[in-house]
């Protein structure tokens, strides 16, 4: 072939997922594939896809069907499936849905520039590689695809083994990157002007490479000038320690956001988890949170119906929710994972049951997201702006420091800056407001810059 394979993808899931398809956006592009922005023009399409519940199979395999119907337009397109679910299924995925050319796990994105390319000599080629090596990808930058935030993976994998979750099976164990190559990836996403960065990995706190920490990788961050705003995803509970809680709070870049996901307010099951924290740790951290960072935004992950939860348990996990007010909750229904200890306990929840507890628990956390987002009228906020709000073309849209969305009027000049926002309403899970000032340096917060 003389023109170049392009390459369209399609990601599911969590933030992992994102920076994957970007460190993957790399590797093909170095070995002159071309990524396409239009599933139209592509000549591969890759799912990047999610195992974490049933349901995020399903729709992906719902996609995927949707998309066979190409191939009897167009002869030569081929279809591939990469991520937790290639990593889970396999071969399966192969036998059960005849038209995916190749499924590639999580450790093998190296090798997908020769899988594809052989697909298209040889007509018959079906690959199917899912061993786990332990790949850190050490030595490739990712392609950011956004414009102001970027991803940047500091670890990979688990080792906590919660009792309900496929992250450890798929994702192999955990293993951080070199701080010198995270280091290195920060600064150059500082010079190509994303002034926000997300620190990514799936238990954040535990990050350790050769003896250094999270917290001094914090520090390090923190020091990169060209960088305005570091963000951070996944804190575990158990290990936040009260040296990443001191850096927060002395370092000005640290936004004042966490997400601290608790899965539930009840003891025994958070034991039958096996999540390694009680409900008091867990307040004791919200309130070390709130002391040393007032008004810091704090965000979770709540699980309804894990096998075996009592009424009387669901209604302890309803009392913490209404006790810590979380700015916002991400709510999921127990979904059993094949292979993980909690699907073989026999004291399943209904799923009716299961839904109808997530459903309190969403209408319970609507009423304090709509309360903690009205206590910021009359606040300014300093907005990252990053583009025309959908809704109106006069409008425009960025996130404050504490991660909520804000409107406001304002000219496309704009994108790309700080200004200050004065908030005057609150709807749903959106700021709305008006320009304060001109342009303000986000230096000008009131915590030290380390
Ligand atoms: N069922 C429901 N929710 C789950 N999560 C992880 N595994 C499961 C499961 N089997 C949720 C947890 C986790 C989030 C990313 O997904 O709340 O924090
Ligand atoms: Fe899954 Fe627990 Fe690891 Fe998070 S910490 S990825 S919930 S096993």
């Known amino acids: 072939m003389n023109e170049r394979l392009k390459v369209f993808i399609e990601t ?42 049933q349901h995020a199979e399903e729709r ?39 038209g995916i050319d190749f499924v590639v796990g999580t450790d093998q994105y190296r090798k997908l520039p020769e899988i594809i390319t052989n697909l298209f000599v040889n007509p018959q080629f079906k690959k199917n590689i899912i061993i786990n090596n332990k790949e850190m990808y050490d030595g490739l930058y990712p392609i950011h695809k956004g414009n102001f935030n970027a991803f940047a993976t500091i670890m990979r994998g688990c080792n906590n083994f919660c009792s309900y979750c496929i992250v450890p ?25 994303f002034k926000e960065i997300t620190l990514l990995g799936q238990n954040v706190n535990s990050y350790n490479y050769k003896g250094l920490n999270f917290a001094e990788l914090l520090k390090r961050v923190n020091r990169i000038s ?65 002391k040393a960072l007032p008004g810091i935004s704090i965000t979770t992950d709540i699980i309804t119906g894990f096998p075996g ?16 007010e979380f700015d916002y909750a991400f709510t999921f229904k127990y979904s059993p994972r094949s292979g993980t200890e909690a699907a073989n306990y026999n004291n399943q929840i209904p799923e009716e049951e299961r839904l109808a507890r997530l459903q309190k628990l969403i209408s319970l956390q609507e009423k304090i997201t709509l309360k903690k987002y009205k206590d910021q009228i009359g606040k300014i906020k300093e907005i990252y702006v990053e583009k025309v709000s959908k809704k109106s073309k006069l409008e425009l849209s960025g996130k404050s ?6 409107v406001f009027p ?40 380390k």
């Open 12 to 53: 599911y899931g969590c933030q992992m997922n994102v920076s994957d398809t970007e460190l993957v956006f790399s590797i093909l592009t170095n070995n002159n594939i071309e990524i396409s922005d239009s599933i139209d023009d592509a000549d591969i399409i890759i799912f990047n896809t999610c195992s974490v519940r």
């Open 309 to 324: 939860e009592s009424e009387k348990q669901f209604q302890n996990t309803l009392d913490l929710m209404t006790k810590i």
């Open 60 to 98: 992906v395999i719902g996609r995927i069907n949707n998309e066979m119907s190409r191939k009897s337009r167009k002869q030569d397109l081929k279809i591939g499936v990469i991520g937790c679910m290639a990593q889970r299924l396999g071969e399966k995925l192969i036998e059960r849905n005849k």
């Open 226 to 290: 060209s960088i305005e705003r570091i963000r951070f995803v996944t804190s575990h509970p158990k290990d936040l320690s009260k040296e990443v809680i001191a850096i927060m709070k002395d370092s000005a870049k640290i936004c004042e956001h966490i997400h601290l996901p608790v899965q539930s307010g009840d003891n025994k099951i958070l034991k039958k988890m096996n999540r390694g924290y009680t409900v008091e740790h867990y307040s004791a951290l919200v309130d070390s949170l709130r």
């Open 410 to 449: 304002g000219d496309e000049s704009l994108i790309g800056k700080f200004v200050n926002v004065l908030i005057t309403e609150a709807t749903g899970w959106t700021l709305k407001g008006k320009l304060f000032d001109e342009q303000v340096k986000p230096k000008q917060h009131n915590k030290l810059c």
């Open 169 to 193: 099976y798929v994702r192999g164990r955990e293993r951080s990157r070199d701080y010198r190559d995270i280091i290195k990836e920060v600064e150059e996403l500082g010079k190509k002007n």
């Open 401 to 406: 420091r504490d991660y909520k969305i804000t």
